[in-house]
């Protein structure tokens, strides 16, 4: 029911036993009638109130409850989501088997905030790792030098073993809020030899894995990498 139609109801109830008490001021002959008659209308107000005031608490609830949806529906459509992948070599414009180096992208729609792009071996220690402020919408993190000789994403430095690239980043509203959610990519590699040649590098990815983690979880190796070992 809307509001309008309750709003009614109770005037013309109110109208009712206004008039029923003013009635029954200038008739006492029919007091007793007139009091029941008054107790009746006031007791349908009363209802009327007390339905009111429920539904009232009831689109309250409701309003609440669709204001945490549509925030909920904002950081999800806001949120970036960082893809990683390895990128291989071209040879007369046909891809090999061989791998260069590992690419980041943000294929979300908002900004990636503290990212942190994270090479570990297979114990999940942190090898190597590059770090940018922010990455956009579209926008590629791991520039070309971070995989040249020496760089830390350079695949002709690892051993034939398992790894991961992790990357690790905020949104706006996780950097804002109390919890200070952060959000981790992790790809799982094979680093092997092409079959093209004992200098050639292949890399089996495993499959893409998605996490929500609290402060005290991350990987956080741009910190870990520059403090001294004990």
Known sequence: MKRWVVFTIAGILSFLIVAVLLIGAFNNTNNGILTVINLTLLAGLIGVTTWYAAFTLIMANATVKMAEEMREQTIITSRPVMIQK?????????DTDIFSHFQAYNTGKGPAIE??????????RPLGVYRETS????????????????GPFHLTNLQELNYYIVCEYQSIFSRLSK??????????FQRLKSSQGDSGIRVEPGELEFREVPENERVDAWHK?????K
Do not use: C, F, H, M
């Open 135 to 150: 990455v956009g919408p579209g926008e590629y993190a791991i520039p070309p030098n971070a995989s040249a000789p020496g």
């Open 86 to 94: 390895a990128i291989p070599t071209t040879v007369n414009g046909v």
């Open 179 to 188: 919890s200070q959610t952060w959000y981790q990519t992790w790809l799982p």
């Open 115 to 124: 990212l942190q792009v994270s090479l570990l071996n297979q114990d999940k």
């Open 225 to 229: 990498l520059r403090l001294p070992s």
